[in-house]
């Protein structure tokens, strides 16, 4: 039996002891054994449950990180489950639960590879999935391998904001540890996130400031005396602009290479396959979504380059000039090419 909270225009009742036992209620779930991680899919997953596919990559990353089980855990449905939950029905999951029993490997088939085996393995491709990603090709990112890869590089994410900063030398330690190769007077100010770390080069007096985030799925090669300010992203992974694709796992990086003397501003974002010539300075909060000649300021999203750096020779002045008036006669050329298009558009539309 409800009892009402107040009186009058406007109230409203508690509900009785069974209603809240029943809102009580959790499902639960046994210790989940790993199962083998797979591309997403869009089979049902009974609302309030958790993918066994999720579970793998954080039980990897929390026996990594603690060498303890991942603890059970129940998670109440939330959003759409509870919505499908209220109508008996089964909540959709774009992971897929590995059929009815947990552990039980699938088949998966990726875009334009051929058909894979039950562990992820393409069988028209010998090469392992690590090697697949660096070559630019399509991988698979949940290849046991890189699981564990990305999860030793967060351990030592974790050791690098928990050193203490007095210490240099240990802090230089884990940098080194970190990364794959490192120059002299390698400076990184936690926190700092990477995919890999193992696949960045670093050259002489580098410094990176604050919330730095360096996905490099494929090679990152940063010169000497680079500058990284506070929340600057280097993106070398990409995923296929086709949904279709993303859904069924396919994913590639490119290499990004940063030139000697490059400072790159805040809160800057750097794509896939981007270079930065040497010298030149990327304004704060700037998409670079293109290579950037050396010698240049570019800002911008995308960013464009919009003067010379100062202090250049006459020579290099007039080289630098020459890139930023090539560039905004290329964003001169797109914008008429647009309005035409638009223009094509409107008349067939008529």
């Known amino acids: 039996m409800a009892v009402p909270i107040s009186s009058g225009r406007g109230a409203r009742e508690t509900p009785g002891l069974e209603a809240v036992q029943r809102a009580s209620a959790r499902p639960t779930r046994p210790r989940a054994t790993r199962c083998l991680p797979h591309p997403p899919c869009t089979r049902p997953l009974p609302a309030g449950t958790f993918c066994p596919y999720a579970l793998s ?6 026996s990594v990180s603690f060498a303890v089980p991942l603890p059970c855990l129940v998670v109440p449905p939330v ?39 039950t562990n992820g393995a393409v069988a028209t491709d010998s090469r392992s999935h690590k090697e697949r990603m660096l070559a ?55 926190p700092l996130r990477v995919d890999y770390g193992s696949f960045v080069t670093i050259g002489d007096n580098f410094y990176c400031n604050f919330d730095c985030i360096i996905l490099d799925c494929a090679p990152v090669t940063i010169g000497d005396n680079v500058l990284l300010g506070p929340g600057v992203q280097l993106y070398a992974a990409t995923h296929p602009t086709n949904p279709s694709h993303r859904d069924a796992g396919k994913e590639f990086a490119f290499p990004i290479v940063i030139g000697d003397g ?88 008529a």
């Open 136 to 190: 630019g090709d399509n991988y698979w990112c949940a290849d046991p391998e890189l699981v564990r890869m990305r999860a030793e590089a967060m351990v030592l994410c974790r050791e690098l904001a928990d050193a203490d900063p007095h210490d240099a030398a240990l802090n230089q330690s884990i940098v080194g540890r970190l990364f794959g190769k490192v120059g002299h007077t390698c400076i990184v100010t936690p």
């Open 262 to 349: 490059v400072w790159v501003g805040g809160r800057s974002i750097v794509n896939s396959g981007v270079t930065i010539g040497a010298h030149s300075v990327i304004g704060s909060g700037s998409v670079v979504t293109r290579d950037v000649p050396p010698n240049v300021v570019a800002v911008g999203s995308p960013a464009v380059p919009i003067k010379p750096v100062d202090g250049l020779s006459d020579a290099d002045a007039a080289a630098a000039w020459s890139e930023v008036w090539a560039a905004r006669k290329r964003k001169l050329e797109k914008e008429r090419r647009d309005a035409e298009a638009m223009e094509q558009w409107e008349k067939q539309q």
């Open 79 to 117: 959003g759409a489950a509870s919505r499908a939950a209220a109508a008996g029905r089964a909540a959709p999951c774009r992971l897929d639960r590995c059929g009815q029993t947990v552990g039980r490997p699938r088949r998966v088939t990726m875009p334009d590879t051929g058909v894979a085996d």
């Open 57 to 62: 990559l954080l039980d990897a990353v929390w």
